[in-house]
């Protein structure tokens, strides 16, 4: 299965760096699906510059409302209109910043689905919950109630305490997660778990992504800070395995 390397640009980016960074993808040659998920304004400049390529864009939220009284949030319905295909849901710095909860993840999840979208769900253990050896406990329980029945969409693994901090779990500790998450959707859609890709984030760089993607059931990565250079992205997109 071709791997999924997706760019997660948080609150950064600029209308004048749309053009430059879309052109790049547009011209990487790639053995991976390449995603892109700009802060909500950029979302149609993208879209005009992404139009007909088989390069994919995403949100970072979504409501789990269609519309409504809702000051400031944006419906998956809209995202969809505007040209998005991907929503991240459930990032550790939604959860955390915003106070979502497995609940809430839920109910973005589906409303992601009711409009057409993909779901990216991120799940991913405290330091403190890794250190108490309670790691895989709570992502199964991130899995167990942030996916609702009919969930179909990518899940990514993503570890707080590694997020922008520079450093990544070992590999042995990495594959041992994904196998964990495996089994979990294994058990918990039988029909589609065992072909659910599984990206790992949190602190991938182009001088780690090819050790990070070769691990068994890892379908990718969740970018961050390396996704805001065009040039690192690539590199970390070059580095999947298959090219
Ligand atoms: P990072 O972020 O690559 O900057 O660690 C990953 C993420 O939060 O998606």
Same mark, same amino acid.
């Given at each position: 299965m071709r791997q999924i390397i997706a760019g997660n640009w948080k609150m950064n980016g600029s209308v004048g760096g749309v053009g430059a960074y879309a052109d790049a993808l547009k011209a990487a040659p790639g053995h991976a699906t390449l995603i892109v998920c700009p802060p909500y304004p950029l979302l149609p400049a993208f879209a005009a510059a992404l139009a007909g390529t088989a390069v994919g864009l995403g949100a970072q939220d979504c409501h789990t &409302? +269609? +519309?409504?009284?809702?000051? &400031?949030d944006v419906s998956a319905i809209l995202l969809q209109e505007i040209g998005a295909r991907y929503v991240i849901l459930g990032h550790s710095e939604r959860r955390a910043d915003h106070g979502e909860s497995n609940a809430t993840v839920n109910g973005k999840v589906k409303a992601a689905l009711d409009a057409g979208l993909i779901p990216i769900v991120c799940v991913g253990e405290t330091e403190q919950e890794r250190d108490a050896g309670e790691a895989e406990d709570v992502v199964r329980t991130q899995l167990t109630h942030s996916l609702p029945e009919n969930f179909a969409g990518l899940i990514a693994y993503e570890p707080v305490w590694a997020i922008g901090a520079g450093r990544t779990p070992s590999e042995a500790d990495v594959a041992a997660m994904h196998a964990a998450i495996r089994a979990a959707l294994v058990g918990q859609f039988p029909a589609t778990g065992a072909d659910t890709p599984i990206l790992y984030g949190g602190s991938v760089k182009p001088g780690n992504a090819a050790a990070l993607l070769a691990?068994?059931?890892?379908?990718g990565a969740l970018v &961050? &800070?390396? +996704?805001?250079?065009a040039a690192d992205f690539l590199a970390i997109a070059a580095a999947a395995p298959g090219g």
């Open positions: &409302g +269609s +519309s409504g009284a809702h000051t &400031g691990l068994p059931d890892v379908g &961050g &800070g390396a +996704s805001l250079n």
